[in-house]
């Protein structure tokens, strides 16, 4: 399926899904391209042993791309594991926590899914809620949370894929009396803006969002609090054991492993995170103007807690829904639903989505509102 866009070229549909998401229309073509003989080896990439030289050579590009790009420290092991963000709810307990106190900074349903699965394996505890009356519209200030001297680690969603809510800054927990290292689960807004490792222990990211295709966990962990795990954790899953063995412990997720390092390339291509995080601003500046100005659409989000790369609004008229999302489609913008448990729709508008498609988006946004007023 393509369509046009107004300048009459001929275009793929802007893919606005939460996760899995787009990627860059150019990795998918060099995918393509060489998805039966990769770089003359005679094999495609999913077809290659985990441990040959051309698998390897794919992997420490990916690593050594992935720390250009965030300024990873040298004192922070890169893992590539399976499991997804889900998973890493259990493993970053089962690897830290020894069982004992973990503070969580609750901001959406995916620090409450983490809160929760927590609970498992460790005296998991709310520091600090966002919610309000089932809503979730604001990152509750710093200077509140209640954290505990003992607590081995504070987890946060750096930005909350459903809600819409997005910590503009990482907290300085050692500036609130603080020694536990930060955890943040930024699956969806990694490679958006530096991460200021000063502040974080461990950053973990499913890739289905920024990064490349379901499958592949990043867990980016400072050396120093790998090796306690607890005796239930799964060898698979001991960072210890996936650190020594370079990710390769088990068979990591290859394929996704190359698709990632070449995300990495195309990102670096494009001028690093310092560029996404100039182009995130844009894109969200242009949509939360337009939201915000229109009468028609809102957003309830408090301005400076809104994600720049999940934007969910309402019509103020919601018996319009399904006319908007078919006139969205057949447009070819796709997969403006919101997630069923906030409802109305969701842009989500990461790396991948080029300036472009927000600003086609506000066309159809505008037109709509034009013929229904
Ligand atoms: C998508 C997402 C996850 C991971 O989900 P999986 O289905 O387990 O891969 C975790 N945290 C956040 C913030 C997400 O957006």
Redesign the pocket.
């Known amino acids: 399926m393509t369509f046009a866009d107004p300048a009459g070229r001929t275009v793929r549909p802007y893919n606005f899904s939460a996760?899995p998401a787009a990627l860059p229309e150019a990795v998918l073509r060099q995918a393509a391209a060489e998805m039966l003989d990769w770089q003359g080896s005679g094999m495609s990439v999913m077809e290659m042993s985990h441990r040959g030289r051309e698998f390897m050579s794919i992997c420490e590009r990916a690593e050594a791309d992935l720390r250009t790009l965030l300024a990873v420290p040298s004192n922070y092991r890169v893992l590539f594991m399976q499991g997804?963000?889900?998973?890493e709810n259990a493993i970053v307990p089962m690897n830290l926590s020894r069982g004992g106190a973990v503070d969580f900074v609750v901001t959406g349903s995916?620090s409450q899914k983490s809160l929760k699965e927590a609970a498992r394996y460790c005296d998991a505890r709310v520091a600090a809620t966002g919610e309000s009356g089932g809503h979730f519209l604001s990152v509750p200030p710093a200077s509140g949370w209640q954290l505990r001297p003992d607590a081995a680690y504070v987890h946060l969603?750096s930005?909350?894929?459903i809600h819409g809510v997005e910590f503009a800054e990482l907290p300085d927990l050692a500036a609130l009396g603080s020694n536990a290292p930060l955890v943040i689960?930024c699956?969806?807004h990694i490679l958006s803006r530096h991460i200021d490792w000063s502040r974080v222990g461990l950053a973990f990211a499913?890739a289905?969002?920024n990064i490349g295709p379901?499958g592949v966990t990043i867990v980016i962990v400072r050396e120093d609090l790998i090796g306690q795990a607890l005796a239930i954790c799964p060898s698979a899953f001991d960072y210890r054991l996936v650190a020594e063995n370079g990710s390769m412990y088990n068979t990591p997720p290859t394929y996704g492993i190359y698709i990632a390092g070449l995300v990495f390339q195309w990102v670096l291509a494009q001028g690093g995170v310092a560029e996404m995080d100039r182009r995130a601003a844009e894109k969200a500046a242009l949509l939360y103007g337009f939201l915000d100005a229109s009468g028609f659409y809102v957003n309830r989000v408090d301005p400076a807690s809104r994600s720049r790369m999940n934007v969910p609004f309402f019509l103020r008229d919601e018996t319009l829904n399904d006319e908007f999302l078919a006139g969205a489609k057949a447009r070819g913008l796709l997969q403006l639903k919101g997630h069923k448990s906030v409802g109305g729709m969701r842009a989500s508008i990461y790396n991948a989505m080029p300036l472009e498609g927000v600003q086609a988006l506000v066309r159809y946004l505008d037109e709509f509102a034009a013929a229904h007023v």
Request: charged share 20%; glycine share 24%; with cysteine.
């Open positions: 996760g997804g963000g889900l998973a995916w969603c930005n909350e894929t689960d699956s969806s499913g289905q969002k379901a």
